[in-house]
Every structure is written in C-alpha cells, then in structure tokens.
C-alpha cells in the first residue's frame, strides 16, 4: 500500500557476498586436502598396479636411490647410523629437537608442506642446529596414485614452505608411506623417474612406531644388527609419540656405547648438503603458501566454532520455545475474560483488494459478536476494490475512500473515523472465522492488556511453497508468540488480526508510517508504554500467503528490514524499566539473535556441512544435522498439536532445510545491506488471487 520515496536496491553487497563465499570454498578445499590423513596409519593406501618394470639394481641395493640413474642406492657404511623422522613437524618434534641436542646428534626429518606451514619455527630450529630436511609431500598422499601435475605441486609446494620457514631448499624426499627400497612398486619407481633433482632415502631399518607398540619394541627395531650402518625410520607426526621421544633416547644412548656415529643422510653416504640456498622469490612464494594454508585452517576452526555454537543455540532455543509453549497452553483463561464483550469496530485498509475484500468483509459480518461496526478504508485502489464493498451493500459496513497514503494512513482514517472504544485492524485479505472476534477481544477484559495479538493461519497451503509457510506460520504463532505472552515481551500483533483499545493507540500516537513493518513498531511502542500484549489463540484468521518465490521474498525483504527498522527505532528500552524493559533486554535481544544473527551466520551451517560431507569420514556432521532435524519436527509437531492442525505437512520439514531456508536467510542479508545503505523501500503490494481453499469459512 502506498507510496514510499525510493532509491534502487543495493546490489553491491552479493558481489561481495559471492567473492566471500568463492574465497571461504576455496579455502575450505585447501584445507580439505591439506587436512587428510597426516601420518602413517594401518589404512595406508597401496600403490596402484603398473606394468612398469623396477630395475633389480633398485630393488637390490641401498636406501638412498638417485631416480635419474638406474644403479644401485647408496648404502650407510658400518658403523654409522643416519636417523629419519616422518610426517612432522609437530609439538613432538619439539622434544625429539631437544632429545638431539642433549646428546649432541644430528639427524634428518622429512617434513609434510602444511605442517610445515602451521610450525615453520621448528624447520628453522632443524637448519639452525644442524639437521637436514627432506621433502614428505605437501598432504601426505601415496605419490604413486596420483598425476604428474600434482606429484609436481605437492613437490613443489613443499619446498616452497621450506624455502619460507628457513631461507633454503632441499634435495631430499621420501615417499609417504615407503619403506625398504625392496618394496618399490612398478607405480612407485615411475613416480619415482619423475622427481628429477631429488635423492629419494627409503631406510634400512623401520620400526614402524606409528603403531606404538612400546619403547623397548621401537628400540629394538631400530637396532643395527652388529656393525651394520643403517638409516633408520621414526616418525616425529600423524599421532601421538611420546613412545618414540622415549625409545629415541635410550637407542642413542644404547648406539653410543657400541661406537656409532649418527650423521644427517647426506653426511653418512658423503654427498653435498641437502640444503640450498632457496631465491627471492621462492621465499615469497613460500610465505604466501604458508599464508594460505593459515588461513585456511583458520577458516576451518572458525567454522567447527560456530557450527557448534549455532547448533547448540538452536537446542537451547527450542528447548526454550517448547516449555514456555506448555506454560502458556496451561494457563487458565479467566471467566471474566470470556464475558467480555464491549462494542468493537473493524478497521480494514484497503488498497487493490478486490479479489479477496468480500470474503473479508463477509466473515467480519458474519462474526458470531453482538456489536460490531467494519470500516473499509479505500487507499487509492487502482482496481474496483470500492465497488466491490459498495456492492455487498451489508448493514454495519462503512466505506471511506482517501488518496492513497499508505497502510498507517488507512488505518489512522479508520481509527478516526470508529465509533467505539475497542478497534480491532484486520488486511483486506483476512478472513475471520465466526468465534475469532469474541477470542480476540476477551483478553481485553483484564485492563492491563493494551493489545491482542490473533492466530493467523495460511489459507493457500496447496503446493509446496503453501505447506513451507503453513508450518512457518503455526510455529512462530503457536511457540513463538507463546514465548513472547509468557515473558511479557511481545513485539509483533500482525497487521491480520489484531486487538487494541482506543486509549492505547492514542497514548503511542496511532500507527507510525517510520518503518515498512508498522505492526511491529506499532507493538512495540504499546509494550513501551507500560501496555500488556497478549497471544490469543483461538482467535483464528485465514490469510493468503505468497504464491511465488518472487512475490514471497518481497514479503520478507519488507517484514526483515521493517523489523529492523523497529528494533533500531526502539532500542531504548534496552535500558528503561518495566514493561518496557522487558521488550527491550528480552524481546529485542530474541530478534536480534534469532532473526538477525543467526540467519546472518546461516551460510555457516551450509558450509561446514558441505565441508564436513566432502571431506571428513566421520559421520559426526551427519549427525548433528538430523538431531537439529529431529528437532524441527519436534517442535513442529507440537505447536500442530497446540494448534489442532493436520501433521501431514510435516513431511515436506526436511526439504524446507535446502530451498526455503535459504532463501529466508538471503532476505536478511539483502535486508541488513538494505539497512546499512540507508535505503527507503516502498510498500510492495503483493499479487492477489483470492486463494483462500484451505479456510473454513
């Protein structure tokens, strides 16, 4: 209804919104992939089958194999022992550093790239104290299984963060889930051909601690036998190594006292250092790498965070709407309150109504109520909405024309214009049923409700769409509006049905046009003036929902940014007393959380789960998505109950969860970037059909 100044709608914003949600997707890929399986474990993936032939001079000969020559590896001479260490850096390589440097041993640790990202400091203590370091890939991942382009990248990007945590690089590398150069594969060596540049050290002697199984054990296996030199592999990463931090000291100590001597790799088979200096521009690279990887995993934590939060607040949530809904169901309903029957009259604004207005004014006279005058306020129709109620030509009905000025200004005209003391403002497309005004104004009778808030039903429930907002409709009334009676904090009696005294609109100023959502500031302003507002919920009335996703979303881009409007508009009474305190630092802060903050952060759920379905084998997320689903129907399938409706709608809850939420939650978005811009919407008149087939009158 009427007409408002308006400037186009921001658009700038889902640009935005888009590039934040491209940036998050690609960040929580990274962390996908970076975040696997990061260390040894039973479930190691075997090299695939290949016709390729391994040269016997590989299989045969020593650990540390150069791939651009068939020829036998290097071997450890007697009486030398090169220490290794697996899929670090981790807090364990901390200690195990510290174990080296108490007694004084060098050794070599094959780090995976986005470890090294989240703990570069312990690569460069490994370069400062005389380590080597060698390329683990960038995910741990069986190189063998994979194309050449990413074999190159996880190469490639694994010295890149080398290159940033210390200043070099390295030529150095042992394959994830390798061994004894005995058990090369025919996909392994041709992986193998392809890391040009690189000294490939598998070990001699592999203790396997991954599989803890005991320091005396791990000690053992990592024994030469007599003076045999050997390169020996531990881990230092991929789980906990308290057994490893252990048995590494007392085979140090045991290998001492036989006359080893520990070298890094390079040193026992004496080639040049492992270490090069890494350019310029590797470096930067390399911090950019790091960067990344950082921030992905931040993303990552900040997600499980939220997801948590959000999910634990939705739990507390229900839990709240569920047990106020029961308090308010089981309060008595005085005998007063049901004697109360004072003469009303009926204000109806109209603007292009002409579909819907004679069965609107037609259940308003068919009221089962005594004394009871209709005042159809004309707003400029365009159609023949006038003619319509002239038409009807039934008793007690009036028709008052003005040019159009906008829902408030209607209902002002009305308000002035009405006879009696108690008013009660219905839309042009409501549909009362015969006991609802006798319902709705009973609670007047105590005298301090100032207002009443009517059980609005959807009455085109056909079709999808239909049955989505008939179960958001029985809900927000019949826990919702619950909750609110019951705390004293109602924000919203809706513009389809509603009670109020003649005193109590004059004491607010009658119906403000400063917001789009004039019932809710309207409530709100009762609340602050010291008012009760109540939920009655037999008073029932039949509306016309939306019939397209387009005329829907205009619905709620005008009821979000005309709530938010209202709440900023009354944010004082966060710190006033009384009634009015009790909508400010309890109705207020319910909205903000609930129909602000958390579709805001909605996005956040759909993306961790995508995330979680992806890339996590746990089924965890699966399950906290039906418990929050199990939830909704929990607290759906009360307030059916609370509202004696049908529970064959339900079945349509769970798809609600892909289509119809998020569309919800963008209307807050667009809605919040509405009210950042300072943007001055105009009314949006919805298309009517007169669609009413699931009323019952």
């Not at 950019?288 to 990887?293: Q, R, S």
């Not at 040019?403 to 002002?412: Q, T």
């Not at 009655?536 to 009335?541: N, S, V």
Request: hydrophobic residues 45%; charged residues 20%.
């Amino acid at each position: 209804m009427g007409s408002r100044v308006e400037r186009r709608e921001p658009r700038a914003h889902w640009v935005l919104f888009g590039l934040l949600l491209v940036l998050v997707l690609v960040l929580l890929v990274v962390a996908g992939f970076t975040g696997g399986q990061l260390g040894e474990s039973q479930h190691a993936p075997e090299s695939e089958p290949s016709s390729v032939r391994v040269p016997d001079a590989i299989l045969d000969g020593g650990p540390i194999v150069d791939p651009s020559r068939v020829e036998a590896g290097l071997r450890v001479p007697a009486g030398h022992v090169a220490l290794t260490f697996d899929d670090g850096p981790t807090t364990w390589t901390a200690q195990i550093l510290d174990v080296l440097d108490r007694y004084d041993v060098k050794a070599t640790f094959f780090v995976i790239g986005s470890m090294v990202a989240e703990r570069p400091e312990l690569v460069r203590r490994m370069r400062d104290e005389g380590h080597e370091v060698g390329v683990h890939s960038f995910t741990h991942v069986n190189l063998a299984n994979i194309a050449p382009w990413r074999l190159r990248l996880e190469l490639d990007q694994t010295q890149l963060a080398i290159a940033a945590a210390s200043g070099h690089t390295t030529d150095l590398v042992r394959p994830p889930f390798s061994s004894r150069a005995e058990a090369v594969t025919g996909s392994d060596w041709r992986s193998l051909q392809r890391m040009t540049g690189y000294r490939v050290v598998y070990t001699d002697l592999d203790t396997e601690d991954w599989r803890k199984p005991g320091v005396g054990d791990i000690v053992r296996d990592g024994t030469p036998a007599g003076n045999d030199g050997a390169v020996v592999m531990l881990h230092d990463g991929g789980g906990n190594r308290s057994e490893t931090v252990a048995a590494l000291e007392r085979l140090i100590v045991t290998l001492q006292a036989r006359g080893y001597v520990f070298d890094t790799v390079s040193e026992a088979v004496q080639v040049p250092s492992a270490w090069h200096r890494a350019s310029r521009a590797e470096e930067i690279r390399g911090i950019l790498t790091i960067g990344v990887v950082r921030m992905s995993n931040a993303v990552v934590d900040l997600l499980r965070v939220a997801f948590l939060g959000l999910a634990v607040l939705a739990a507390l949530r229900t839990l709240l709407l569920l047990l106020l809904a029961r308090r308010h169901a089981r309060q008595p309903t005085s005998a007063a309150g049901e004697e109360y029957l004072p003469p009303v009259s009926v204000v109806v604004p109209a603007y292009n109504e002409e579909l819907g207005i004679a069965a609107a004014v037609k259940s308003l006279v068919a009221s089962d109520y005594p004394e009871l005058e209709v005042l159809v306020v004309d707003d400029g129709s365009t159609d023949g909405t006038a003619a319509v109620v002239e038409a009807l030509n039934l008793p007690g009905v009036r028709l008052i024309r003005q040019e159009n000025g906008g829902k408030p200004s209607a209902l002002n005209t009305g308000v002035a214009a009405a006879r009696h003391d108690v008013l009660v403002l219905v839309d042009g497309d409501t549909v009362f049923e015969p006991d609802a005004m006798r319902a709705l104004v009973a609670p007047l009778a105590d005298p301090r409700v100032g207002a009443v808030s009517g059980n609005t039903k959807v009455g085109n429930r056909r079709g999808l769409l239909g049955r989505w907002q008939h179960i958001e409709y029985v809900i927000g009334f019949n826990l919702d509006r619950r909750m609110f009676d019951v705390l004293q904090c109602m924000p919203t009696v809706p513009g389809a049905i509603g009670a109020f005294r003649r005193e109590v609109l004059d004491q607010v100023g009658g119906v403000s046009d400063d917001t789009l959502a004039e019932d809710t500031d309207l409530t709100m302003a009762i609340c602050r003036g010291g008012w009760r507002v109540v939920y009655a919920p037999e008073a029932r009335a039949w509306t016309e929902a939306p019939a397209s996703l387009g005329q829907l979303w205009r619905q709620r881009y005008r009821w979000c940014y005309g709530t938010m409007q209202a709440m900023w508009k009354h944010r004082r009474a966060v710190v006033e007393r009384g009634a009015s305190g009790k909508l400010g630092r309890r109705g207020l802060p319910y909205l903000l959380a609930f129909q602000v903050l958390l579709p805001l952060l909605a996005p956040v759920i759909d993306v961790a789960a995508l995330y979680a379905i992806v890339f996590l084998p746990s089924p965890t997320i699966a399950y906290v998505w039906l418990g929050f689903l199990a939830l909704q129907y929990v607290a759906a399938g009360y307030a059916f109950v609370l509202d004696r409706e049908r529970l064959g709608p339900l079945w349509s809850l769970v798809l609600q969860q892909f289509v119809y939420r998020q569309l919800m939650y963008l209307v807050v978005i667009q809605s919040a970037a509405s009210a950042l811009y300072g943007i001055r919407l105009r009314w949006q008149k919805l298309r009517r059909t007169g669609d009413l087939e699931s009323a019952p009158v």
